[in-house]
Nanobody
Framework: QVQLVESGGGLVQAGGSLRLSCAAS????????KGWFRQAPGKEREFVAA????????HYADSVKGRFTISRDNAKNTVYLQMDSLKAEDTAVYYC??????????????????WGQGTQVTVSS
């Protein structure tokens, strides 16, 4: 099993920044693709960003492109999401997810086997 634990959420004013972290533990070998998703109240979980093992393949949702940056430190088994120029519509619970035994990035939540418990991000306008 793989355990994912997110941290770094909080309350921030519009235009501000936050950095989320996701630490992986357990049987992490092969969990090559890591992604971030978010879910706002009353809405479906949506893809935010994903990165492969080497960082050579990164994909962002159009809504966050140019504002969010995903990165990873494989030595620490940690993936990050730097969020800049935050907007009120970025308010959501943010989840870290992992896909195993593949280098292919997918944007569907159903393609990810492992999930963290989520961290709340609230952006005040």
């Amino acid at each position: 099993q793989v355990q994912l634990v997110e941290s770094g959420g909080g309350l921030v004013q519009a235009g501000g920044s936050l950095r989320l972290s996701c630490a992986a533990s357990g049987r992490t070998f092969g969990t090559n693709v890591k992604g971030w998703f978010r879910q706002a109240p009353g809405k479906e979980r949506e893809f935010v960003a994903a990165i492969n093992w080497s960082g050579s393949n990164i994909h962002y949702a159009d809504s966050v492109k140019g504002r969010f940056t995903i990165s990873r430190d494989n030595a620490k088994n940690t993936v990050y999401l730097q969020m800049d120029s935050l907007k009120a519509e970025d308010t959501a619970v943010y989840y870290c997810a992992a896909r195993s035994l593949t280098e292919t990035i997918r944007t569907g939540a159903y393609d990810y086997e492992y999930w963290g418990q989520g961290t709340q991000v609230t952006v005040s306008s």
